[in-house]
């Protein structure tokens, strides 16, 4: 059974960094992307941001030029820089896979609070 073990996150104060990580347990022949969604207290779980497995990275309007995501063969990081109160929100790795399905990680709290 595939496991995603994420690490990293926790509290920060605006305009710091952050840096979290998620590791793929399975085979990865089959991944089509991997990424990172969030979902901010009382809101809808959204996407931060992907990389597919070609490499090509999308990003949402509000982390652009701030957070960067990237692969290493079964791990995906996401380097989270000049952060915001509004970047607050449990993160959570997903990877898709070819024929529609998806694996999700457990969730880690990240809280950018002064």
């Known amino acids: 059974q595939v496991q995603l073990v994420e690490s990293g996150g926790g509290l920060v104060q605006p305009g710091g960094s952050l840096r979290r990580s998620c590791t793929h347990s399975?085979?990865?022949?089959?991944?089509?992307?991997m990424g990172w969604y969030r979902q901010p207290p009382g809101k809808q779980r959204e996407l931060v941001a992907t990389?597919?497995?070609?490499?090509r990275t999308t990003y949402a309007d509000s982390v652009k030029d701030r957070f960067t995501i990237s692969r290493d063969y079964n791990t995906v990081s996401l380097q989270m820089n000049s952060l915001k109160p509004d970047d607050t929100a449990v993160y959570y790795c997903?990877?898709?896979?070819?024929?529609?399905?998806?694996?999700w990680g457990q969730g880690t709290q990240v809280t950018v609070s002064s």
């Open positions: 997903n990877v898709e896979y070819w024929g529609g399905t998806a694996s």
């Open positions: 399975g085979s990865t022949s089959n991944i089509v992307r």
């Open positions: 990389v597919a497995s070609r490499g």
